[in-house]
């Protein structure tokens, strides 16, 4: 089965509303990554969090990180329309022989997100 | 501008022919990776590139192959051995072979069969 999973496969919500998406992984994991991917185009990195932080923050979007769970959360405050599309995490838990990262990510199935005008 | 370019965005492909996915990126990123996406599902990783004139499998190699005989071309063959071949193809790319966190993604082949 995939390394991250997501939860829920789909959400609806008002404009203004927060959204609130989770993800769950199975191996440990040098950092965890949230994409977002419009119908039909390709995927935009949103945000990283490395295995030792916690919480990162960009604009509207908080981001935690609980490695004793093996989870993480992306949470998209006071939501447009234009939030509208599909959200992956990814994992990195690549190590070359030398204990560095590849950089080989793990994608979940995504959360497919619609927020209403 | 600097990105990523894939070509083309729509390609058909007959039975027992085989058909090649352009990638070009202008970021002079050395990584270098290729995803095949299936309706509803998340991207699975069919090979990948850390540097010119390398390149390894990823989960799903079968039925593809690659070359990387330029830093800025990623070329993906499907092959007549890939017997469900309809998929969206996403290529992406990452700075460093010491940085290779963060990827960038074009904007994808959708492949159809006839």
């Known amino acids: 089965s995939q390394q991250g999973e997501e939860d829920p496969q789909a959400l609806s919500i008002q404009e203004g509303e927060n959204a609130t998406m989770n993800c769950s992984y199975k191996?440990?994991?040098?950092?965890l990554q949230w994409y977002r991917q419009n119908s039909g185009r390709g995927l935009v990195h949103l945000i990283l969090?490395?295995?030792?932080?916690r919480e990162k923050h960009s604009g509207r979007l908080r981001v935690t990180l609980d490695t004793s769970k093996k989870s993480s959360s992306l949470l998209i405050t006071a939501s447009r329309a234009a939030d509208t599309a599909s959200y992956f995490c990814?994992?990195?838990?690549?190590?070359?022989?030398?204990?560095?990262?590849?950089?080989?990510?793990?994608f979940g199935q995504g959360t497919i997100l619609t927020v209403h005008p | 501008d600097g990105g990523i370019t894939q070509s083309p965005k729509y390609l058909f492909r007959k039975e027992g022919q085989n058909v090649t996915l352009s990638c070009e990126q202008n970021?002079?990123?050395?990584?270098m990776y290729w995803y095949r996406q299936d309706p509803g599902q998340g991207l699975r990783l069919i090979y990948y590139?850390?540097?010119?004139?390398?390149?390894q499998k990823g989960d799903i190699a079968e039925g593809y192959s690659v070359s990387r005989e330029k830093k800025e071309s990623f070329p993906l063959t499907v092959t007549s051995a890939q017997k469900n071949p309809t998929a969206f193809y996403l290529c992406?790319?990452?700075?460093?072979?010491?940085?290779?966190?963060?990827?960038?993604f074009g904007p994808g082949t959708r492949l159809l069969v006839l």
């Open positions: 992406a790319s990452s700075i460093s072979r010491v940085q290779k966190e963060t990827q960038y």
């Open positions: 191996t440990s994991i040098n950092n």
């Open positions: 590139s850390q540097i010119v004139n390398d390149f």
């Open positions: 970021l002079n990123h050395d990584a």
């Open positions: 990814a994992t990195d838990a690549s190590l070359n022989a030398g204990g560095t990262s590849y950089g080989k990510l793990t």
């Open positions: 969090i490395r295995s030792n932080e």
